[in-house]
């Protein structure tokens, strides 16, 4: 069992950074492939990044890529996503999720995780 609890969202102005971070509870942390996914109102959720067990290999959704980093921290139990040139359309709740399996790689898929957290949201004015 993996709880996810996600935390580092607020307002912002478009331009700016932010970063969010995802404390996981349980010992297969270090052993679990993790993503991040993002919905925004009236819209379905989407695939943000993705991050394989040891951090070896990272995926994006081409809206991103370039402007947001995955990364983890397996000794504390901790999945970042470093944003930057934050856009208006950025603007929606995250969500990080960890996938059900053991040393997996990276995935896009939401069926691919297991474990999922509350959200932390993100505003970007404009």
């Known amino acids: 069992q993996v709880q996810l609890v996600e935390s580092g969202g607020g307002l912002v102005q478009a331009g700016d950074s932010l970063r969010l971070s995802c404390a996981a509870s349980?010992?297969?942390?270090?052993?679990?492939?993790m993503g991040w996914f993002r919905q925004a109102p009236g819209k379905e959720r989407e695939f943000v990044a993705s991050i394989n067990w040891s951090g070896s290999s990272t995926v994006y959704a081409d809206s991103v890529k370039g402007r947001f980093t995955i990364s983890r921290e397996n000794a504390k139990n901790t999945l970042y996503l470093e944003m930057s040139s934050l856009k208006p359309e950025d603007t929606a709740m995250y969500y990080c999720a960890a996938g059900p399996g053991l040393y997996g790689g990276t995935s896009t898929l939401q069926t691919a995780y297991g474990y999922w957290g509350q959200g932390t949201q993100v505003t970007v004015s404009s």
């Open positions: 349980g010992r297969t942390f270090s052993r679990t492939s």
